[in-house]
């Protein structure tokens, strides 16, 4: 169980982690998540008593971390794979480790053997590859056999057996009762490890529930519409049309619309009173990382934008179609559907559908949702300025 | 982990969030002798130990044998009633260089690796680790001195046995090899508190070497008149010459001011605990 109430920390005039408060429950992997530079790793150390918060407390199992009796058995932690001495091998890093706490040394043998690594068990650490430095330090975390753990980035540098391999380890931490808490800017990663979420932003708390009830309040469904191809002006008609009635609607790259804010029989409707044909009109919900990329947009730091090479392009040779752009590069808001509008939520079919099957009881999973439907409303609020672009 | 995962009550029971995992692995109460066996296993598996120390040693045993090789040739030079224990002294001025690297490099390796991070994830309490790496670094530099100067003492006094040069007293014996031993571990250890302030292993290496030769280079560049009483005392109290006091006859100083006796090792002994002072604060204060 960890604890985080008011958490602060301010570096000169940066403040890196704002008044974060949340809960980390046992029996659970919960996911930690933010872009680059969202204050992840700062907290992830405020919580391992390594930096003193500005204001506020964080504690484990009702303690401050610095306070605990004997820390490594009760909290293990992954902070960074390149925290070792180099030049002392696997076996000797995590030997000292064990003697710090009082561990036998056989447990060393033992947790080596859990990550793999028995076999380079006396090479010095420096010659590690990047996975193989990330499974050493998962080993470190291990070691104590603690009831709390903290992975930061724990799928850093490694091979798809390894990825795999710590989804199921993290799975089984939490099914026999451990608190798991792992950071990741990989919403796709979460998706398929996480069974909590906190979200945060430049620092601030963006989000602090279920995976499930984080895709249900913040992946809007959408329809992909498509006209028959022969006919532009079709499309043209049909956008036109489903924009009056209030629709928003995106041309996708290969010539369909992506339609968000009207459900599939009204789309079908306009589209047949407009005496449009549709080749295609399917639904779709925007996978975990839309909703992740939306909820973040507005608390990114460190934006990509498409590489202009301004003044360097060759001219195109007469005829020559200039090429089309990537989705998504340079056009933050591209593929971010606007967000759901909260009275309209329940008449949309997707989402409708998805927070019927949730399998809870409604009840407590609206409760947690309504905080965050209304932070996730204001980075959406800029989204269409940001598509005219 | 590799405990049979087979039944789990925790899942059958509901949620007790208070409960959790227990491992099976006895729990005991970390005190600072796990620290120091922690930091014994540290400083023994990392190379830099090993060479540091060899090339210590390496150059006090050598310059102690080229002097005695000295003594074989000339034995007429080494007449007279000076200590005869006094040949050791250049072996390990030069070897400080080898013992102040090594007191740097047991703290502020860890910061330039990242491996303190770790270790105070793995420690909390930031003074045990500081006094762990204090109680072993000590007890290796103080070994290893003892050894390289005490077999210099013994193989000198051996050579000079039969030239008519005096025999050391009990007390020279006692300050030429325990005493100078003490200083130079204390030395190491002020360097450990140097590199725990300053967590940057080149600077405080650096910044020790100076402290060794600063003052004897200034104390060679005021010529002036008025400038003389600080000249004595910066050659007085530099390192080396703290350090030939341990070599001086008993009894009689060759000067009337500068410490003599045991004082260096007061002094330095009071360097190290404010400089241990500022470094406990420092950690305590500072984000790792």
Redesign the interface.
Known sequence: MIEAVGLTKRYGDKLAVDNLSFQVRPGAVTGFLGPNGSGKSTTMRMILGLDNPTAGTVTICGRPYRELPNAPRQVGALLDAKAVHGGRSARNHLLCLAQLSGIPARRVDEVLGVVGLHDVAKKRSRGFSLGMGQRLGIAAALLGDPQVLLFDEPVNGLDPEGILWVRNLMKSLAAEGRTVFVSSHLMSEMALTADHLIVIGRGRLLADMSVKDFIAANSAGFARVRTPDTEPQQREKLTSVLTEAGAHVLPEQDGALRVTGLPLPRISDLAHEAGVRLWELSPHQASLEEAYMRMTQEAVDYRSTADQKAGLMQPLPPGAEPPLPVPGQGQPGWYVPPPPQRDERASAPDTAQSSGTSGRPAAPAEQPSAPVAASAADPADSAPSEDAR | ??TP?TP?P??AAP?S?????????P????HLG??I???W??IR????TVWTLGIYMLIVLGMGALIAWAIVRVPSEFHGSENPLAFGFFGLLVGSVCIITLGVLTVA??YG?????????????RIRVLAAKAVVFFLVAFTTTLFSAGLVALVHTALLDGTGARQPTGEEWLRGTLGISLYLAMLGLLSLAVGAILRHSAGAITLMIGVVLAPLVLAAFMQVESLEKLRDALFDYSIPSQMAVFYANTGATLRDSGPSGWDSLWIILGMTAAAFAVACVLLQ?R??
């Open positions: 982990m590799s995962q789990l925790q899942q949620p969030w208070e409960s959790g995992y227990t491992s099976p692995i729990v005991v109460r970390a796990h620290a066996v922690s930091e296993t540290k598996s990392v190379r830099s390796s860890e690796t990242g491996m303190i991070r770790t270790t105070m994830t793995a420690c909390p309490s204060k984000d790792v």
